[in-house]
């Protein structure tokens, strides 16, 4: 079900994506989708804590909202500032890698992410981070690295 609602939440802001590019400055889109996305992978953690599943649900949705778009508009604006990056000739050869990099890269963290999980909700005991938070926290952190980096984006690519 939640890959469901995720499908149409993008679909249903990636025809916002034009309109937010068009309004906003693009490594400031980037910036704000960057720092969405921490703040929801972070809150994702504290779902243990909700008492019923209902309330899950409801928390849930507006976070899966906000999540996949920033998400989204990550790849979108990645992909544009690659675009922009590669001399006319070969945009297609730098989209293509680019494109490659991101597939790696989307089947190697669940190899890497699992039993980073696993351990931390395995082991009784963990304190605050190392507990089933930890993943969450890597996670953030992550998105946060790639909002900083995107301030050093050269004008050229921007």
């Known amino acids: 079900m939640a890959g469901m609602m995720n499908a149409v939440v993008a679909l249903v802001c990636n ?3 034009e309109r937010m590019c068009n309004r906003f400055k693009l490594v400031n889109l980037w910036i704000i989708s960057c720092i969405g996305l921490a703040i929801s992978m972070f ?7 909700l008492p019923s599943p209902t309330a899950c649900l409801i928390a849930f949705l507006p976070l899966c909202l906000v999540r996949t ?3 989204s508009w990550t790849f ?4 544009m500032f690659n675009a922009n990056a590669a001399p006319k000739k070969h945009i297609g050869t730098v ?3 680019a494109q490659s990099g991101t597939s790696l890269a989307r089947s190697i963290t669940p190899v890497i992410a699992a039993p980073i999980f696993a351990w931390s909700v395995s082991s009784h005991g963990n304190i605050f981070p190392f507990n089933h938070f930890l993943i969450f926290l890597l996670c953030a952190g992550g998105a946060l690295t790639t909002a900083y980096m995107g301030r050093l984006l050269p004008n050229s690519v921007i």
């Open 15 to 17: 025809g916002f994506f």
């Open 43 to 49: 809150l994702l953690a504290f779902f243990s804590y």
């Open 69 to 71: 778009s920033s998400s």
């Open 76 to 79: 979108g604006l990645s992909m």
């Open 95 to 97: 989209t293509s890698i």
